[in-house]
Nanobody, 127 residues
């Protein structure tokens, strides 16, 4: 498994931006599919975005498409989630996850696909 540590969460006003980072413990992370999920109070964990091992292909939930951008720097074992035009409904704990398998347009949207998870970082968007 890969140890993952998220950072960059915080409180921001609607319309603002945040960039989340996820640092991985292993260089092998460079071959992993990486994903971001989020969980709001009283709701199930939901898919946000995923990125292929080489950054060549990305997936987004419809709710964030056009506002969020996932990227990775394999030399730094780090994955990022740039979040722009934030809305109050984006408020949640955001989790980074790693999957040793290849990116799949369906499976990579499923939390059960991922082998390793970070502890989460809180994002709060105020109106």
């Amino acid at each position: 498994q890969v140890q993952l540590v998220e950072s960059g969460g915080g409180l921001v006003q609607a319309g603002g931006s945040l960039r989340l980072s996820c640092a991985a413990s292993k260089r092998a992370m460079s071959s992993y599919t990486m994903g971001w999920f989020r969980q709001a109070p009283g709701k199930e964990r939901e898919f946000v975005s995923a990125i292929q091992w080489n950054g060549g292909t990305t997936l987004y939930a419809d709710s964030v498409k056009g506002r969020f951008t996932i990227s990775r720097d394999n030399a730094r074992n780090t994955v990022y989630l740039q979040m722009n035009s934030l809305k109050t409904e984006d408020t949640a704990v955001y989790y980074c996850a790693a999957d040793a398998g290849s990116l799949s347009s369906w499976y990579s949207r499923q939390a059960g696909r991922y082998d390793s998870w970070g502890q989460g970082t809180q994002v709060t968007v105020s109106s």
